[in-house]
């Protein structure tokens, strides 16, 4: 049997849910009367304390993803951080009460669910959530999941260990100040250089940069230093194979074209990255980075997307409270 949970739980939520396709701030509306979502049996239901959002959120929106995309209409967010309020028959990892944290949508562009994180209550499968690190407010938390597993998943895919170099495009943005970090205190990197605009380069260091390459200033490819790993979260692979040293790998978290040796991969969301990764978690050797715009409350979804959409954030965009 699914255990009830203690205080009750609503039919209807507040969510920000898209009919059609088309840009958040023409599409994104609120809706005070969405049905909580059912679980299944190898699902908990969420109340959600805070999300982040991701470019795929938009970019879904958009309709990029429209052939494998589920049918309209959709509550985005795929990062949530909450707190257990019932379990499923099968469910045995967690129980209501359980402070978890995941990216909901296991394979990132396909069999998305219609329900996602931007809504009071949502419900996910117990494999993609893991427990909260204590020590990680739900903020914190909330910032982690996709950025950080699509960040890890690449370097592993990349073959990054102790002793290469990496170079990474966009380390100041959400999955670039993860790889910094992870590349550093987890792959052991000999050297991790990083891009960013002029004022966002302290932010680099700070993360454990070794080298922070101004490029409103300087050519990354045209630097006489090449790498044994470049990772590419902006989407210019082109510029990228330049600065890679032979036999080096090119790693592209962004959808789009690439040149070849580049490649580009999705990341796959289960709790085993965020478990494996919870002991630098909880010694601070690896941080969230926050937006200093955010957190953006719940009613303010529709502004935290359009500053997200305007690429000037730095580190993740977080939606908090929620009612």
């Known amino acids: 049997m699914a255990a009830a949970s203690s205080d009750s739980i609503p039919s209807v939520n507040g969510a920000w849910v898209y009919s059609e396709y088309g840009k958040t701030a023409d599409v994104l509306k609120f809706d005070s009367s969405v049905a909580v979502p059912e679980i299944k049996e190898d699902q908990v239901l969420i109340k959600v304390v805070a999300a982040s959002l991701n470019p795929v959120d938009f970019k879904r929106a958009l309709g990029d993803f429209k052939a494998t995309d589920s049918p309209l209409p959709t ?34 562009l396909e069999n998305l669910k219609r329900f996602g994180s931007l809504a009071e209550y949502t419900a996910a499968e117990e494999r993609v959530l893991a427990l909260k690190p204590k020590n990680l407010s739900f903020i914190e938390a909330a910032s982690l999941p996709l950025a950080i597993q699509t960040a890890y998943e690449g370097l592993e ?9 990496v170079l990474v495009l966009g380390g100041a943005g959400g999955i670039g100040t993860h790889v910094i970090q992870l590349a550093k205190h987890v792959f052991d990197a000999s050297k991790v250089a990083a891009t960013a605009s002029t004022k966002k380069l302290d932010l680099l260091r700070r993360l454990g940069a070794d080298l922070a390459i101004d490029y ?9 230093e ?59 050797k690896v941080q969230p980075v926050l937006d200093p715009t955010g957190p953006y409350p719940f009613s303010k979804v529709v502004e935290a997307f359009g500053y997200l959409e305007s690429s000037r954030a730095t580190g993740k965009v977080v939606v908090y409270p929620f009612p």
């Open 75 to 108: 509550v985005p967010g795929y990062d949530v951080a909450g707190v257990v309020k019932k379990v499923g028959s099968q469910v045995q990892k967690f129980k209501v009460g359980d402070e978890v944290y995941g990216a909901i949508n296991e394979k990132g």
């Open 157 to 165: 895919r990349a073959e990054l260990s102790a002793g290469k170099s």
């Open 216 to 224: 409103t200033k300087e050519n990354f490819e045209d630097l006489p």
């Open 226 to 284: 090449k790498y044994d790993v470049v990772y590419d979260t902006v989407g210019q692979t082109d510029k990228a194979v330049k600065a890679v040293k032979e036999g080096g790998k090119v790693v592209c978290a962004i959808v789009g074209p690439v040149t070849p040796p580049a490649f580009i991969f999705v990341v796959t969301s289960t709790a085993s990255i965020l478990e494996k990764l919870k002991p630098y978690l909880e010694s601070r």
